[in-house]
């Protein structure tokens, strides 16, 4: 899928006793690109500070291996995994992922 077929923003609308309105965009191509620059720096540290990288990895894969087994799991692979899945969010255009609607206050998330 191309980039052109994700969603590019993400609109946060958000009503008070329909007196107050306030529509706050969000540019999605930042977050990408925050994560990919993220990943990268990660894998300079690794490069810099094994060691540091190596103590760290097990202590969280200990951590989350009390709930679930976790194998051969590298930050690399764990920063794909984020990209995958915030680009497969972003593949349905039209998507609310939040809608609240209370008595005064109404609350919606939508990507387009």
């Known amino acids: 899928m191309t980039k052109s077929n994700l969603s590019q923003l993400m609109?946060?609308?958000?009503?008070y006793k329909s007196v107050i309105g306030l529509t706050i965009p969000i540019a999605l191509f930042p977050i990408d690109e925050l994560i990919s620059?993220?990943?990268d720096l990660i894998l300079i540290l690794q490069k810099v500070f094994p060691l540091l990288n190596d103590r760290m990895m097990k202590e969280k894969l200990n951590e989350l291996g009390k709930h679930i087994t976790i194998e051969n799991v590298s930050s690399?692979?764990?920063f794909e995994l984020i990209k995958e899945l915030f680009n497969e969010i972003r593949k349905h255009k039209g998507l609310?992922?939040?809608e609240v609607d209370m008595e005064d206050l109404?609350?919606?998330v939508k990507f387009y």
């Open 96 to 98: 609310k992922l939040i």
């Open 37 to 39: 620059a993220v990943k």
């Open 106 to 108: 109404q609350l919606m």
């Open 11 to 15: 609109l946060i609308k958000i009503k």
């Open 76 to 78: 690399e692979v764990i």
